[in-house]
């Protein structure tokens, strides 16, 4: 019910601006083409041929508009989507205006479809042309100015997300649970093996450090934050010891990513899923095309639901700081995260 009388308000608020649109063109015209030609005995004509021929123009624009945003987005082909916006959409409203001056032709005169284009000339065409082209301006103008408004708005926001996600990472590593596990770790190996509590608070230390220094960056080398997750992975082991296996398959390269991301994603693949000697987790980090992948063995904690904030935050940032998207892929045996990297120094 609720779904159907949203319908409804959208089309009247279409058929609003609609009608809205063939008053503006009915005004241009009269104020720069129509002097002398309205005047109070057809002034009512005009505009309701003008209103009708806006409708007629608006309604098919709109669905197209809506399809050609589907196919080309503006903010990935802004210039692709204008071309093919104003070339098909131009091409619909001649052929909706000669559908409409047919149906006319024919409702007050009888004539046939062949008799209409064999007697068709430009002086007919000359008042829906000029309200095409008037009105296919003011829509495309109002089109695109909403389209921008609404690209201003999502980077609006994408920005605000970035930092959120940024003070997230951060806050993640003062949350007191984290400390608390750490420091339980530290006490249980310090007197049984000091020189692995000396390596471990050396580690814990690298890690407040570099989550401190990079808490502004944006974008970070991938040598940093793969050298960033050995120090959290080792840090971990010291946890789970043998339950928890990785390999790191990354040779030294210039690219970058979005800071902060594998700690999040490590975090995720332990936090999510059984770490025992009976259930070992084993993660893979690599590079697979123009993507770091982070892969573990997908054997979850069942009952424990995720709230995916930490996905969301990465892939918020990825769309604002670089147009792409991470990719999950999962199976029955395999949790795959594909994050973006990029050249652009």
Not at 142 to 150: D, I, L
Not at 189 to 215: C, G, M, T
Not at 269 to 276: E, L, P
């Amino acid at each position: 019910m609720g779904n159907i009388k949203n319908k409804k308000i959208n089309f009247l608020r279409e058929l609003i601006i609609a009608i809205a649109i063939g008053v503006v063109v009915f005004i241009f015209l009269y104020l720069f083409l129509w002097v002398g030609v309205v005047n109070k005995s057809n002034i009512i004509q005009y505009l309701s041929i003008s209103i009708l021929y806006s409708i007629a123009g608006y309604v098919p624009n709109k669905y197209l508009a809506v399809y050609l945003n589907y196919k080309i987005p503006w903010e990935k082909h802004p210039g692709k989507r204008l071309f093919y916006g104003i070339l098909w959409g131009f091409l619909l409203t001649i052929i909706t205006f000669l559908t409409i001056n047919y149906l006319q032709v024919w409702f007050y005169f009888g004539k046939s479809i062949g008799e209409y284009f064999s007697k068709m000339s430009f002086s007919q065409f000359k008042l829906p042309i000029y309200i095409s082209i008037v009105m296919f301006l003011f829509f495309y103008l109002f089109y695109f100015y909403r389209e921008v408004q609404k690209l201003k708005l999502k980077e609006a926001k994408l920005q605000t997300e970035n930092a959120k996600a940024k003070f997230n990472a951060i806050k993640n590593q003062i949350d007191p649970h984290f400390l608390f596990n750490n420091l339980n770790v530290l006490y249980s190996i310090i007197d049984e093996n000091p020189q692995n509590a000396k390596k471990f608070v050396k580690n814990l230390s690298s890690i407040y450090r570099y989550i401190l220094e990079h808490k502004d960056v944006d974008l970070i080398s991938l040598d940093n934050e793969i050298d960033f997750a050995k120090r959290y992975l080792e840090l971990l082991k010291f946890r789970f010891e043998d339950s928890l296996n990785y390999t790191i398959k990354i040779e030294r390269s210039n690219v970058k990513i979005v800071s902060l991301a594998t700690q999040i994603l490590l975090e995720n693949a332990i936090k999510h899923n059984k770490i025992t000697n009976d259930e070992p987790l084993f993660i893979n980090i690599f590079l697979e095309d123009d993507y770091l992948v982070i892969e573990n063995n997908y054997n979850p904690i069942h009952g424990k639901k995720s709230t995916k904030t930490g996905l969301k935050s990465i892939n918020d940032r990825c769309q604002f700081l670089l147009k792409k998207e991470i990719e999950i892929i999962k199976t029955d045996e395999k949790y795959k995260i594909r994050v973006p990297i990029t050249n652009n120094t």
